[in-house]
């Protein structure tokens, strides 16, 4: 938003640092897998074990929650407030934890998403590396993944259907499904299930949600972001891109000075936002005011 607003209003906005902005995240400018390698690479560089326990019970959840009773056990396993009717109840939940702590992966304790000890992703890794051999999987995933959602120990148990969504979020669809349509895949070397990405099931989906459809290539035609070192060393300047290599969305950022005055601030252990208070806002704006 910042670096957009620069952009767009250069005569309203003298500069603009962008923090984790993932301006490139669009069209093919950048492989569609790029964010969830990222996040399981960040898991992987902490443990071995960690990465392949996470890699592995997907199928065992689908597999145990195929039926009633599987899905009875689950439920219990997983501390659920009620029992639940989808396996991809518990996926989606385990997934949300990952994905997520990768992101606030600080070297402080935080509660900019949930309630973190420093460096979560870590201790997350130790907490599975932790477990007798021959530990249940499943077991080991889900202790884990409380870290980020009870760290604090105050759940008695998790609302993982129809509850509310704890961080917030839900006005993102609707952004998603109207300009912000960011490609992603999951690839085979990942720690999630491999899945893909079709422009026509995107559109399905948000016209199922919201009755609207995504102006798929919005973005792009607005701001641009094809050569963008090109373009932007054409018209634009006073920008400062700061990304963090361990922040997942960074693989989307500009990770290069383009000229003089757009400036690319890059810290090979940083997180998401590491420019930015993490209690203050997302975007940072210097305008004229």
């Known amino acids: ?17 962008a923090s984790s902005a993932p301006i490139l995240q669009f069209d093919d400018i950048t492989p569609w897998s790029s964010f969830y390698d990222a996040v399981s690479q960040d898991f992987k560089s902490e ?24 899905l009875l056990e689950l439920s219990k ?26 992101m606030v992966d600080y070297p402080t304790p935080a509660n900019f998403m949930m309630n973190l000890p420093a460096y979560p992703v870590k201790e997350m890794c130790k907490i599975i590396d932790s477990f007798p051999v021959g530990a249940d999987v499943v077991e080991k995933a889900f202790t884990a993944a409380s870290l980020y959602y ?20 839900s006005g993102w669809g609707w952004q998603a499904c109207t300009e912000m349509v960011m490609p992603m895949t999951v690839s ?36 641009g972001g094809h050569k963008i070192d090109k373009v932007l060393k054409r018209f634009g300047s006073n920008i400062i891109f700061s ?47």
């Not at 392949?52 to 597999?63: P, T």
């Not at 998790?158 to 961080?167: A, N, R």
Request: hydrophobic share 35%; glycine share 8%.
């Open 47 to 70: 443990s071995l074990n960690c990465f392949s326990v996470i890699k592995a019970v997907w199928d065992v959840l689908d597999y145990r929650g195929s039926n009633d009773s599987g």
């Open 150 to 169: 009870n760290y604090t120990g105050d759940q008695k148990c998790f609302e993982m259907e129809g509850g509310d969504d704890p961080h917030g979020l």
């Open 188 to 223: 085979n070397e990942s720690m999630f299930p491999p899945s893909g990405f079709s422009y026509e099931e995107k559109s399905e989906g948000c016209f199922a949600s919201y009755e609207v459809r995504p102006r798929m290539n919005w973005i792009t035609t607005e701001y």
């Open 243 to 289: 990304n963090g290599m361990r922040d997942p969305w960074s693989r989307g950022g500009v990770l290069k000075n383009i000229s003089s005055s757009i400036i690319a601030l890059v810290t090979e252990k940083g997180k998401h936002e590491v420019a930015e208070n993490m209690q203050g806002p997302k975007y940072s704006e210097l305008t004229n005011a």
């Open 77 to 102: 396993t997983f501390r659920a407030c009620k029992t639940v009717r989808f396996p991809s109840s518990l996926s989606n939940w385990l997934w949300t934890a990952f994905t997520y702590t990768a």
């Open 1 to 17: 938003m910042a670096s957009w607003f620069r952009l767009k209003y250069p005569h309203v906005a003298m500069g603009a640092l």
